[in-house]
């Protein structure tokens, strides 16, 4: 007892004498302090130190459930695109292998893929993007502090480390840029004990075998295209509709290939329970909602992606007023990534409404870093940002789905041009091209301003980067029949696209 007084009257005073510092001297110990380490915290604090500010970091990783840890970077460099990328790049090569013996190539004995192999190389990579963001925050004279970080008053920081070390730092402005973690379903008895998430899936030493992917947006669908291309036994378990919030013909070509491609589908299902029998396999108890009944199978692994809880708990943001979404728990934001508390800023996917996308959290991050230096009043534009879901056959797109438009324009307002098209590379390898897909969504009037363009396909992300510029600067359907374009790819079916959904004639591209 004594001995927590003892540390209780030195917290209080640790506090007192900092308050007391910072105002006797009118400074405190950084211009700036960011948590959170991830795509946008290292943007936002290597902008900020670089226009002159004196700037800390903090990062902090808490394991998962399962114990998997990692190093500096956050979500996209260690359990997110990266490794996801990759992944999903070993399993383009394993389809380009059955193509590679149409073009030619003799290829002795049965292919197969190892998962160790793949993951020791994919690891070690994330492993010197650890070791280069550390270094890049050094040359760059950011203080980088591997401590959790948490509020006590509006420009008092209290960084723990690993060890229960406490530092207290004080900053003029702070930043908060603590992105979220993979959420488990609270009313699936065995769901954390047996199962995974993508902060493991990325990190596993030995392969995952048959595995059951529960969720149906971004992460389950990319996870289990890549579990499948590798040559896994893949079920996606889905409940309602897969990717949400997308376009709704396009995500039902992005399924349609992956089904095609051999990705088991558990549609209108719902996990009841999951249990680990004693041959250590795990029997997973599901309801078909259409049928009303049960189901159980067995997996090796069941990997939960069923959406991403913002990480505000712990950051003690109530004591000082910042206020969160009662409904998501993120972390309620202005067009300059203000909290409720003046010199409180978030940005990235602890903040509410924004796209949980690394590029945003990045180009946000720089944005307020040269607001907060002082250099520049721009503001981040998160209109028109294009994505791409890395399934088997990839699906980006830019700018409203053709329901929105419909919604915001009015079904008669709109034109959508399409075309089914057939990529060359699919020819010799004589794969089928059914789900590769162009549609060009437009206001009918005037100069037929894009308002949406949606495109499956090979390197579907190469393709969208540069069509997203054009939407970024309002281009017209007329500007795009006015563009020329580069044969034979992909992309010039874009910009040849005339068919039109109103008149009903067949989209399919024959010849060149
Ligand atoms: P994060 O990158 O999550 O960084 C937050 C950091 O803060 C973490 O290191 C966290 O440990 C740390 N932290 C949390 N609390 C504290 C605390 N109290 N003190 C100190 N540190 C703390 N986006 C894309 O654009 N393209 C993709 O292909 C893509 N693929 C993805 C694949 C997967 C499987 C997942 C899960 C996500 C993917 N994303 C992708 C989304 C992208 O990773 C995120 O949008 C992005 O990382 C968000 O950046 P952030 O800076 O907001 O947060
Ligand atoms: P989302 O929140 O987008 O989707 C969650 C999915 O899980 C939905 O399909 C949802 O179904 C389903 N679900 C939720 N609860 C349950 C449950 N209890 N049982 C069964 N299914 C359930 O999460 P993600 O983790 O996939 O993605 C998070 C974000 O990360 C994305 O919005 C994206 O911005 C980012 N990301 C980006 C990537 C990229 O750029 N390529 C890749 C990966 C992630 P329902 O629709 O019925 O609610």
């Not at 970080?149 to 603590?178: P, Q, Y």
């Not at 830019?398 to 990529?423: C, K, M, N, T, W």
């Amino acid at each position: 007892m004594a001995a927590l007084c003892r540390i209780r009257h030195r917290w209080k005073r640790i506090q007192y004498l900092h308050v007391f510092t910072r105002n006797l001297a009118g400074k405190c110990d950084y211009d700036l302090v960011v948590i959170g380490g991830g795509s946008g915290g290292l943007a936002c604090s290597k902008e900020a130190a670089q226009l002159g500010l004196k700037v800390a970091v903090l990062d902090y990783v808490e394991p998962s459930a399962k114990g998997t840890r990692w190093g500096l970077g956050g979500t996209c460099v260690n359990v997110g695109c990266i490794p996801k990328k990759l992944m999903h790049q070993a399993a383009l090569l394993g389809a380009a292998v059955k193509d590679a013996q149409k073009y030619g190539w003799q290829i002795a004995g049965t292919v197969c893929h190892d998962w160790t192999t793949m993951a020791e190389a994919v690891q070690n990579h994330v492993k010197s993007l650890n070791w280069g963001h550390r270094v890049q925050l050094q040359d760059k004279k950011v203080k980088y502090l591997n401590l959790k970080g948490s509020l006590l008053d509006e420009h008092t920081v209290r960084g723990v480390s690993k060890a229960g070390k406490e530092t207290i730092l004080t900053a003029k402005n702070i930043v908060i840029a603590t992105g979220g973690r993979p959420k488990y379903p609270t009313n699936v008895p065995g769901a954390v004990e047996h199962g995974i998430t993508s902060d493991d899936i990325f990190w596993l030493q030995k392969s995952p075998g048959k595995t059951l992917v529960v969720g149906a947006s971004y992460v389950a669908l990319e996870c289990a295209g890549f579990l499948t291309g590798i040559g896994l036994d893949t079920t996606l378990m889905v409940r309602s509709i897969a990717l949400r919030g997308f376009d709704r013909q396009m995500a039902g070509l992005v399924t349609d290939y992956m089904e095609a491609y051999g990705t088991k589908f558990a549609w209108n299902s719902i996990p009841k329970r999951v249990d680990k029998l004693s041959s250590g396999v795990l029997q997973v108890t599901w309801t078909n909602t259409e049928m009303g009944c049960e189901h159980k199978d067995t997996y090796d692994s069941v990997l939960w992606a069923v959406g991403r809880a913002p990480e505000s708990k712990a950051l003690g943001l109530n004591k000082v007023g910042v206020q969160l979404d009662e409904a998501t728990q993120k972390i309620v934001v202005g067009a300059d990534e203000s909290t409720s508390v003046p010199n409180i800023f978030a940005f990235g996917d602890i903040s509410e409404g924004r796209p949980e996308l690394t590029p945003t959290a990045i180009k946000a991050g720089k944005l307020l870093a040269r607001r907060l230096a002082g250099q520049s009043a721009e503001l981040m534009n998160y209109d028109n940002v294009a994505t791409t879901v890395f399934t088997p056959l990839e699906y980006g797109c830019v700018g409203l789905s053709e329901e929105e438009a419909e919604r915001r324009h009015g079904e008669d307002q709109i034109e959508v041009y399409h075309a089914f098209y057939r990529p060359l590379e699919f020819t010799v390898a004589e794969r089928d091209a059914s789900q590769c897909y162009i549609k060009v969504i437009c206001e009918r009037g005037g100069d037929q301003k894009i308002l949406g363009l949606h495109l499956t396909g090979p390197n579907a992300g190469e393709v969208m980067q540069g069509f997203s510029l054009g939407l970024q600067c309002g281009a017209t359907y007329h500007q795009l029949l006015q563009t020329v374009g580069i044969h034979p790819t992909c992309a010039e079916e874009v910009v040849k696209v005339h068919i039109t959904k109103r008149s009903g004639l067949e989209p399919t591209v024959t010849g060149c």
